[in-house]
């Protein structure tokens, strides 16, 4: 149990196009979902949390006009990257939680923006 | 007063070996403390978590020991595999469900 998807798992646009994220709660309902980046050999960056229905709130530092995040229902949440740049590339990660402290991560997926 | 210090941040053992993990804390809010294994390219995978309540806490070759006066707590592997390999990360939160402070990162290689 508590699997947690992503897709899609690698994706490389051209600057200035916008890239769509899924993550999938696939076997329990998500009341909060969290996304995350990870740059190499680096520890993971909290972007922002998302509740079901509600808007997210972001990290310190993090441009919600820029990284779009919605979680439209207890299994799924999206992150969008508008108008990519080189800079955004990155590891992100999403993560799960069911009302409690635990938290299931994604496989993560890796955005390379050229 | 919100980080999670991690130490060492890399680690070489021996097969067979005791790895130990050591993170330290200031917010004595933190009442979660979960370790997370992380294969590169891939996402963290939850080990194992301890709440202040108890000082140790096992779950088959992993163990967590917690100092709540210290405000510490490590990861210890006992007889470490070369499958071990990987980078290991500890976090901390409070208020249920909230958000994991993350450590820095330990990136720990068993040599066969």
């Known amino acids: 149990g508590a699997v947690v998807s992503q897709h899609p798992s690698w994706v490389i646009c051209k600057s200035g196009t916008s890239v769509k994220i899924e993550c999938r709660s696939l076997d329990f309902q998500a009341t909060t979902m969290f996304w995350y980046r990870q740059f190499p050999k680096q520890s993971l960056m909290l972007m922002a949390t998302?509740?079901?229905?509600?808007?997210?709130?972001?990290e310190q530092g993090v441009e919600k006009d820029k990284f779009l995040i919605n979680h439209a229902s207890l299994t799924l949440s999206t992150l969008t990257v508008t108008s990519a740049h080189p800079e955004d590339s990155s590891f992100y990660i999403c993560s799960a939680s069911e009302n409690t402290d635990t938290q299931y991560f994604g496989p993560g997926t890796r955005l390379t923006v050229l | 007063q919100q980080q999670v210090k991690q130490s060492p941040q890399s680690l070489i053992v021996q097969k067979g070996g005791i790895s130990i993990i050591n993170c330290a804390y200031e917010n004595t809010a933190f009442d979660y403390f979960p370790w997370y294994q992380q294969f590169p390219g891939k996402g963290p995978a939850l080990l194992i978590a301890i709440r202040p309540d108890v000082s140790e806490k096992k779950e088959g070759r992993f163990t967590i020991s917690f100092n709540k006066s210290a405000k510490q707590f490590s990861l210890h592997i006992m007889d470490s595999q070369p499958g071990d390999s990987a980078t290991y990360f500890c976090?901390?939160?409070?208020?249920?469900?909230?958000?994991?402070?993350f450590g820095q990162g330990t990136e720990l290689s068993v040599k066969p």
């Open positions: 998302s509740n079901e229905g509600s808007k997210a709130t972001y």
């Open positions: 976090a901390a939160s409070y208020n249920q469900g909230g958000k994991l402070i």
